[in-house]
C-alpha cells in the first residue's frame, strides 16, 4: 500500500458538487492498493499514519501526533500511486483491481476509527474533486514494501 500523507489545515471532497467529506486540522491523506496488498499492510499503515508525529508542539519541533492536536482524517482512494511512468501514457496494473482494493481501503479507515479518529472519505472509483490547505507544507509518503 502507498500513502501520501499531507498535514492540512482543512480539506475537503466534493462529488457531483456536493461535499462528501470535510476535516479542520489534521491529515489528508491519498491511499493507493496495490496488487497482493494484505489487510497485515493495512493495520501496520493505519498505526503508522495515525502515530505520525508531525505537528508542531510548544518549542515550534515537530513532535506532535494526530490525537495530541484533536486531528482528523480525510482518506481518498488513489489508484494512480500505482502508476507505471515508463512511457508517457502511464499503466496501472500494479494496483489492486475494486474488488480486492476496496475491502483494504475501508480496513485502513476501520483502523483509524478504532484508535478514535474521525475519518472522513472519497468514494472509491468516484470523480472526485479534492480541496485542502496544506500546513507547512508537511507531506510524507508511506509504501508498506520498504517500512
Request: with cysteine.
Amino acid at each position: 500500500m502507498r500513502a501520501v500523507v499531507t498535514r492540512v489545515k482543512n480539506a475537503r471532497v466534493e462529488i457531483d458538487g456536493k461535499v462528501n467529506g470535510a476535516i479542520e486540522k489534521g491529515f489528508l491523506v491519498l491511499l493507493g492498493v496495490g496488487a497482493g496488498d494484505t489487510e497485515a499492510q493495512a493495520v501496520k499503515l493505519a498505526d503508522k499514519i495515525c502515530g505520525l508525529r508531525v505537528f508542531e508542539d510548544e518549542n515550534e519541533k515537530m513532535n506532535l501526533n494526530l490525537e495530541a492536536v484533536g486531528g482528523s482524517l480525510l482518506i481518498i482512494s488513489q489508484f494512480t500511486l500505482y502508476a507505471d511512468v515508463k512511457s508517457r501514457r502511464p499503466g496501472f496494473t500494479r494496483a489492486a483491481r475494486p474488488e480486492a482494493a476496496i475491502p483494504l481501503y475501508e480496513k485502513v479507515m476501520d483502523e483509524c476509527r478504532a484508535k478514535g479518529f474521525a475519518v472522513e472519505h472519497g468514494e472509491f472509483g468516484a470523480d472526485m474533486q479534492v480541496f485542502s490547505q496544506n500546513d507547512g507544507p508537511v507531506t510524507i509518503l508511506f509504501d508498506t514494501d520498504t517500512m
